[in-house]
């Protein structure tokens, strides 16, 4: 029988919640990197025992984890003496050396100054389709870096930082993270990307050149509220077997493209509030939608204190309510951008984070939900995978 | 034999138990010490001083013979005290909360 893996990052450090297909019973692991942030872990989908850890502090900085074994164990890549040389021979630990490509170039402040770029922590990691040593890594202050040797060094893709609207690029309330990187499994030159409060790049040449893919987006928040860039892009997902179609939540308004970021349509229709974080898609219907509604941008919490999962089956517009499991009053969480998933079982699995630490899970196509856990430190992250 | 005391999330990261004990050759500063421990301990590289200008991170301090020398030239030679190991050199992070 499937196993199901569920990968939780914290603010206090990452947990590892099991269960067998069913998904009804879960073991939740003790804490990894207690006391850290852990803002992403994630899985190579080549390999799901290869996992990558995003841990980091105010103190010391980022810090790159690998494990080998399903996240039984863990290691800095290349901190071995023996894996890693430097010039005079001595080991060299560059794991978590993050450094931009040349010019380091400004971008906009909050009051609207220029400030040069300066590298605080990796938001996300996007293990490879195809190469368990391949991982990009979405960093604050934006930029892509890419490994190719497990995790052992990081290399910029400076076309993305470097592109003509970069000056312009104003951070968001959290920072100016890079926090989501969609891999096109039908053509392996073309990388999405999203930077709050950028907007959404793509590249059809491997990262190496980018475009933005923000028509159609209205910030009403920007002084051209339909400009080229400044969108406060939240979340993008699309459904592997259509990578042309892509949705997103936005600071406010949920969002589809038809044809890869050339026209951005709305389709909040009927939710409650269309301001929210994350953005899911289910794992065997490209046109089911999940989002949760957050009251707005000043109150972060879903609106009447009632935690609701809204589904679409109809690629937007249409949503409905699902509450079944999810609590009904006094619930002033909020779930952040790259706190949902959804597992490739049949029916689709799909578990979301909150900031209080729960972790809720549907088994059922989000048709009624259980919590895992629900005691954690704030949820940064989660991810899902299924182990035959 | 050089002492060296880390916080306790530097040492859970190196995976060192107690004080770390270095060997250096030449003058004993704050440089030749961090050049010793992140060769001894490759993953401390980049968490204790920046990886490319060296310079020491914001929120971590670096305590001689209960004096601080966090403001200190790296190349300042450091008293006898810590050069023979009588006295450890302190890693601190600097204190958050209320």
Redesign the interface.
């Known amino acids: 029988m499937s196993k199901v893996r569920v990968l939780v990052g914290t603010k206090k450090g990452a947990f590892i919640l099991t269960s067998d297909g069913a998904r009804k019973n879960w073991e939740v692991s003790d804490p990894h990197f207690g006391?850290?942030e852990i803002y992403h872990l994630k899985g190579s989908p080549v390999d799901p025992n290869r996992i990558y850890a995003s841990q980091s502090?105010?103190?010391?900085?980022?810090?790159i984890q690998r494990s080998d074994d399903g996240g039984k164990s863990w290691n800095?890549p290349?901190?071995k003496?023996e894996e890693?040389q430097g010039e005079q021979g001595?080991?060299?630990?560059?794991?978590?050396?993050f450094?931009y490509d040349g010019n380091v170039g400004q971008h906009l402040w909050y009051d609207g100054t220029s400030r040069p770029w300066e590298f605080k922590r990796i938001w996300h990691l996007e293990p490879s389709l195809t190469d368990p040593n391949t991982c990009y890594a979405g960093a604050e202050d934006a930029a892509l870096f890419r490994t190719t040797d497990g995790g052992k060094t990081w290399h910029e893709l400076a076309g993305l930082r470097t592109h003509p609207s970069a000056p312009q690029w104003m951070p968001g309330a959290g920072g100016m993270g890079l926090h989501t990187i969609l891999l096109d499994p039908k053509n392996p030159n073309r990388i999405y990307i999203a930077i709050s409060a950028a907007g959404v790049f793509r590249s059809d040449d491997g990262g190496t050149t980018w475009k933005t893919a923000n028509k159609g987006l209205v910030s009403n928040y920007n002084p051209n509220p339909t400009a080229e860039v400044g969108h406060c892009v939240h979340r993008i997902a699309f459904h592997p077997s259509r990578p042309d179609v892509v949705f997103m939540q936005k600071h406010w308004d949920v969002m589809r493209t038809d044809n890869a970021g050339a026209q951005w349509t709305e389709v909040s229709g009927n939710l409650p509030t269309d301001f929210g974080f994350p953005i899911e898609v289910n794992a065997h219907e490209p046109n089911t939608l999940y989002v949760v509604p957050i009251t707005s941008d000043s109150l972060h919490y879903p609106p009447d204190g009632r935690l609701r999962v809204y589904r679409s089956r109809s690629g937007g517009n249409e949503w409905e309510a699902l509450t079944k499991g999810l609590p009904q009053k006094d619930c002033y969480v909020n779930v952040l951008r790259d706190a949902s998933a959804v597992d490739s079982l049949e029916p689709c699995g799909i578990y979301f984070g909150t900031t209080g630490g729960q972790v809720y899970g549907s088994a059922d196509n989000g048709d009624s939900w259980q919590p895992i856990v629900r005691d954690l430190p704030a949820v940064l992250s989660v991810e899902a995978q299924v182990l035959k | 034999m050089i002492r060296v005391e880390l916080p306790y999330h530097l040492r859970n990261l190196a995976r060192i138990e107690g004080e770390v004990h270095l060997d250096i050759s030449g003058t004993v500063t704050q440089r030749a010490i961090l050049d010793a421990l992140e060769a001894r301990h490759p993953n401390l590289c980049g968490t204790i001083r920046d990886h490319v200008t060296h310079k020491r991170r914001a929120f971590l301090r670096f305590y001689v013979c209960q004096e601080d020398w966090s403001n200190e030239s790296p190349d300042k030679p450091l008293p006898e005290a810590i050069a023979t190991g009588k006295e450890p050199f302190l890693v601190i992070g600097s204190i958050a909360g209320g």
């Open positions: 006391g850290w502090s105010g103190w010391f900085g980022q810090i800095t290349g901190s003496p890693l001595m080991p060299k630990g560059e794991s978590n050396k450094v």
